[in-house]
């Protein structure tokens, strides 16, 4: 659902109008209905990315400086693969309100919810062509009630 410029390694950036960037006016009234709704600290969960994502999602979309509303998690999948790191990598310079991405491992990704706050941990597998393979928490990040934005843990 972030918006996500994704930078080419020669020429201009594109816009991935495959996700929500395709529907601006549909996620902008989504997150409109966040705000007007005063929701405590919504959590968007997404995947088709072939990768982890943890992101900010902004009252307008377009406008990193508006007040963060919600948490974005997004999970890999469990064995297909991805583009190479470094195509992360300029994402994520082109992009600062998301805070992760990452399409080195597959996995999934397990939240733990309580009253005031919710766990999200991204579990990788150690090699995916194994059925035996090990399972390692990647990454994690806690939304605390209150606090929208995905803070690291």
């Known amino acids: 659902m972030a918006p996500m410029l994704m930078p080419a390694r020669k020429g201009p950036a594109r816009v991935r109008t495959d996700g929500w960037d395709g529907y601006p006016l549909s996620r902008q009234r989504l997150l409109d209905a966040m705000v007007q709704h ?3 600290n919504p959590v968007v969960l997404g ?34 693969q991805a583009p190479a790191q470094d195509h ?22 397990r939240l733990t919810l309580s009253r ?3 766990d999200a941990d991204l579990m990788a597998l150690q090699d995916v062509r194994r059925p035996d393979s ?11 009630g209150g606090r929208p934005g995905p803070q690291p843990a």
């Not at 992360?88 to 990704?109: K, M, Q, S, T, W």
């Not at 090990?134 to 605390?144: C, D, K, P, T």
């Open 38 to 40: 005063r929701l405590r």
């Open 47 to 80: 995947g088709d990315l072939h990768a982890f994502h943890a992101a900010d999602l902004h009252a307008k979309a377009d406008d990193p400086a508006s007040a963060v509303v919600a948490s974005e998690f997004v999970t890999t999948s469990i064995t297909s």
């Open 88 to 109: 992360f990598e300029r994402v994520l310079a082109a992009n600062p309100h998301i805070r992760l991405a990452d399409g080195r491992r597959r996995g999934y990704l």
């Open 116 to 118: 005031d706050r919710l």
């Open 134 to 144: 090990g399972i390692a928490r990647l990454a994690g990040f806690v939304v605390e």
